[in-house]
């Protein structure tokens, strides 16, 4: 989608320039004589000038990332000012939160769909204050609109604005605001750029609506992965330790404390990443409680080499993999169980494993839950452990790429054992 509205934008190379804006080019291609021709100029410069837009955009349509993109947007189209338009009220993150609504670029008091953002370019005095006038139809309809000079009536004589192109901005097939750019003439050239510009920009904002959702999802996944652990595991560990409590006070006070510590690593406000040393201590005292609950049954090892330890990797990472271990590899089981964690220095990652002996799973089934994605596995009442397994799979690859999903190695009756890598350092991974 982004490819075709960027190709639309430059279709023409010097044609598109001379119609939309070489004067404002000019100073710039005199600055950069021998780059190419002046076709290769004007491409390069309307790359760069979306280059300077994007970022502003993928924070989604509100005043902030409105006021910052308007200026290169004027610049892409070479006319006298921009403005953008909210199809409805928004609640700005980035406004202040003290000053009054009433505060900035005029805008129409009456009822009605929409909410100017920003006026940037000359004419604001004159002009800005039937913005919302001229994008209304834009929004209700999602059809481009021209406005031409006997609707723009201008008393300046100084005034270069003599028409208006207003397009929408569409989400998902939702009108979510408009585009109007405003000068002195509306060559078919300009009003098509004008259209092809408000569709890059609505790619920019589809983009941005796909990363809050990722974020949404990813903190869903983290409340799924937290009611996972609590109900269950707090329920029978708080029971183990009140069966200490007159029979061995000095271990119910062991217990307690070791409970404490690993309630308030996993329940702490959710971060990103941590390290290995961090989430293996976390570990320990869940195996801890889970060997004071199953005594003899449960038997554990942790072989760690030391150059791993301060890895970076997702909250979270390792504790359900050995949750589900004991939950699902002890189910029935009468024999000991004896569950194997081991970290290796593999060069540039660090390779992890959490192995255990129990019953084992059918791999196709295994295959079903990591398919269908941590919150599916929990619906699924078969999931069962799995929404652990699926969980961390799901964050490993948004982390680090698909490559770095789990390997599972199981069969039914032949104990699991499950597989990550994790990159040593990683652009963008730190513990907090």
């Known amino acids: 989608m982004l490819i075709p509205s960027v190709t639309g934008i430059l279709v023409g190379g010097a044609a598109m320039t001379a119609a939309l804006g070489t004067c404002a080019l000019r100073p710039w291609l005199r600055s950069r004589r021998g780059f190419g021709s002046m076709a290769d100029e004007a491409t390069f410069a309307t790359l760069h000038t979306i280059s300077r837009a994007s970022p502003s955009l993928r924070g989604g349509l509100n005043r902030d990332s409105a006021r910052k993109a308007a200026r290169h947007l004027r610049t892409l189209l070479g006319v006298e000012a921009v403005a953008l338009v909210a199809a409805a009220p928004v609640d700005d993150p980035h406004a202040d939160p003290h000053a009054d609504p009433h505060d900035g670029p005029p805008g129409d008091p009456e009822d009605g769909?929409?909410?100017?953002?920003?006026?940037?370019?000359?004419?604001?005095?004159?002009?800005?204050?039937?913005?919302?006038?001229?994008?209304?139809?834009?929004?209700?309809?999602?059809?481009?609109?021209?406005?031409?000079?006997?609707?723009?009536?201008?008393?300046?004589?100084?005034?270069?604005?003599?028409v208006a192109m207003v397009a929408p901005l569409s989400v998902?097939?939702?009108?979510?605001?408009?585009?109007?750019?405003?000068?002195?003439?509306?060559?078919?050239?300009?009003?098509?750029?004008v259209g092809?510009?408000?569709?890059?920009?609505?790619?920019?904002?589809?983009?941005?609506?796909?990363?809050?959702?990722?974020?949404?999802?990813?903190?869903?996944?983290?409340?799924?992965?937290?009611?996972?652990?609590?109900?269950?595991?707090?329920?029978?560990?708080?029971?183990?330790?009140?069966?200490?409590?007159?029979?061995?006070?000095?271990?119910?006070?062991?217990?307690?404390?070791?409970?404490?510590?690993?309630?308030?690593?996993?329940?702490?406000?959710?971060?990103?990443?941590?390290?290995?040393?961090?989430?293996?201590?976390?570990?320990?005292?869940?195996?801890?409680?889970?060997?004071?609950?199953?005594?003899?049954?449960?038997?554990?090892?942790?072989?760690?080499?030391?150059?791993?330890?301060?890895?970076?990797?997702?909250?979270l990472s390792l504790q359900p993999l050995v949750e589900n271990a004991i939950r699902h590899g002890m189910a029935d089981a009468r024999e000991p169980f004896r569950i194997q964690i081991v970290a290796r220095d593999e060069g540039a990652e660090a390779a992890i494993s959490v192995e255990d002996d129990g019953v084992g799973m059918d791999p196709g089934r295994l295959r079903e839950i990591l398919a269908a994605g941590p919150l599916s596995a929990g619906r699924d009442r078969r999931g069962g452990a799995g929404i652990g397994l699926a969980n961390v799979d799901e964050r490993l690859r948004q982390v680090y790429g698909d490559e770095y999903g789990l390997t599972v190695e199981t069969a039914i009756g032949a104990g699991t054992k499950v597989n990550l890598r994790v990159p040593k350092y990683s652009p963008g991974v730190f513990p907090d």
Do not use: K
């Not at 009536?153 to 003599?162: L, Q, T, V, Y």
């Open 113 to 162: 769909p929409g909410r100017l953002l920003v006026w940037d370019g000359a004419g604001g005095s004159r002009h800005a204050w039937a913005v919302l006038h001229h994008a209304r139809p834009v929004l209700e309809s999602g059809r481009l609109r021209v406005i031409g000079p006997d609707v723009l009536s201008c008393e300046d004589a100084r005034c270069r604005i003599r």
């Open 196 to 315: 092809e510009l408000a569709r890059w920009v609505s790619s920019q904002l589809e983009l941005a609506e796909l990363d809050s959702s990722r974020a949404r999802l990813a903190e869903a996944e983290m409340r799924a992965l937290r009611a996972q652990i609590s109900p269950h595991f707090v329920y029978n560990s708080l029971t183990t330790i009140a069966s200490f409590v007159r029979t061995d006070p000095e271990r119910a006070r062991d217990l307690l404390l070791d409970f404490a510590d690993f309630a308030r690593y996993s329940f702490r406000n959710p971060r990103d990443f941590t390290t290995l040393a961090d989430e293996l201590r976390s570990i320990d005292r869940y195996l801890l409680l889970e060997r004071a609950r199953f005594g003899d049954r449960l038997q554990f090892s942790v072989e760690v080499a030391p150059e791993v330890l301060p890895v970076a990797l997702p909250f």
């Open 172 to 193: 998902q097939g939702r009108v979510e605001g408009a585009l109007a750019a405003y000068g002195g003439s509306a060559s078919a050239a300009r009003v098509r750029a």
